[in-house]
């Protein structure tokens, strides 16, 4: 009876976020419009509005499904290191060719390099170190070492590049909705979808991995596995989302933690949707202070950054005191 009690609190919460959601869209596309501007701010924010659902459905379903296989609530993707590439590659990029190369003015070559790259790396990185026995914690060290070693790199870089050039590279280093290729957009959206479709058939099992290692196998689950398997999504989701818009550090932890704290039941099928709504509330928030409040002298990334870390230091506080 508590059960159902729960998951009926739960549905709420959810028709709730996604009414919110909806308004925040509607918001966001038609504000503004008018006969003259129409068909022209139609064509540009649709595409935004699209790449922010794709973007936090790939973060809210990662980082949930990954602090359940690392059991640790205050862990993101973004710990494996992925971010950092992401940087290292666009920096080693204009470095290497510059600014005016087609490797960054071409955005279709540098999704799919970029994609490449962190795939690749992420596959190596499962290839070396799971041979008999995955190690969650060998590999969660690993990848924050690589991560360091990958930014470190890409400091090094920026400041031997030219001023013109490095201040052209700071659009690429943050996340951006803005100027969405429609093309990319299709293209992730198809991945991001198979993918979470895949997953929520496997809610069920994630339930009894949140229990633990030891009662999951005692429950007769295959966790090496479910592991295996589910750091593969990650570091897919996680791939496509860098790739499409930027990193987004901290709106993984944001929007996992809200939602652990909103749901009344454990269920992966509710906390991964309630995830993939506060990040697209989250977002489409953000965007809209960036367009019309601060005239985009700032972007989104960095307010949710900002918010997401005060929040991070309030975890760690709150951790503390118990």
């Keep these: 009876m508590e059960v159902k009690t729960n998951s009926n609190k739960d549905k709420k919460v959810l028709l709730i976020l996604s009414i919110i959601a909806f308004i925040l869209a509607i918001v966001f596309i038609f504000e503004g419009l008018n006969e003259i501007n129409f068909s022209y701010n139609i064509s540009k924010r649709i595409p935004k509005v699209l790449a922010i659902i794709i973007s936090a459905t790939a973060i809210g379903i990662s980082s949930v499904i990954f602090q359940t296989v690392t059991e640790n609530r205050i862990l993101t993707p973004s710990i494996l290191g992925l971010d950092s590439l992401y940087g290292l590659f666009q920096t080693f990029s204009v470095f290497v060719f510059g600014t005016s190369s087609i490797v960054m003015t071409n955005k279709n070559i540098n999704f799919f390099i970029v994609l490449s790259l962190m795939i690749l790396n992420s596959l190596i990185l499962h290839r070396f170190m799971f041979k008999k026995r995955i190690n969650i914690y060998l590999m969660l060290l690993v990848g924050t070492v690589l991560g360091t070693f990958f930014k470190s790199l890409s400091t090094f870089l920026s400041v031997l590049i030219d001023p013109n050039d490095f201040q052209s590279l700071q659009g690429k280093l943050?996340?951006?909705?803005?100027?969405?290729?429609?093309?990319?957009?299709?293209?992730?959206?198809?991945?991001?979808?198979?993918?979470?479709?895949?997953?929520?058939?496997?809610?069920?099992?994630?339930?009894?991995?949140?229990?633990?290692?030891?009662?999951?196998?005692n429950l007769g689950i295959n966790y090496e596995k479910t592991a295996k398997t589910t750091l593969i999504y990650v570091s897919i989701l996680v791939s496509v989302s860098t790739a499409l818009v930027g990193p987004i550090t901290?709106?993984?932890?944001?929007?996992?933690?809200?939602?652990?704290?909103?749901?009344?039941?454990?269920?992966?099928?509710?906390?991964?949707?309630?995830?993939?709504?506060?990040?697209?509330?989250?977002?489409?928030?953000?965007?809209?202070?960036?367009?019309?409040?601060?005239?985009?002298?700032?972007?989104v990334s960095t307010i949710i950054n900002f918010v997401g870390g005060l929040y991070f230091i309030y975890i760690i506080i709150k951790e503390n005191k118990k």
């Design 174 to 217: 943050f996340a951006s909705f803005n100027n969405i290729n429609v093309n990319i957009l299709f293209i992730s959206s198809v991945i991001i979808f198979i993918l979470a479709l895949n997953i929520f058939e496997k809610t069920n099992l994630y339930d009894v991995v949140l229990l633990g290692r030891d009662n999951s196998i």
């Design 250 to 299: 901290f709106l993984g932890i944001l929007v996992s933690n809200l939602s652990y704290n909103l749901m009344k039941s454990f269920r992966h099928k509710y906390t991964m949707v309630c995830a993939v709504l506060l990040g697209i509330i989250a977002l489409l928030f953000g965007q809209l202070i960036v367009e019309r409040i601060l005239n985009y002298t700032n972007t």
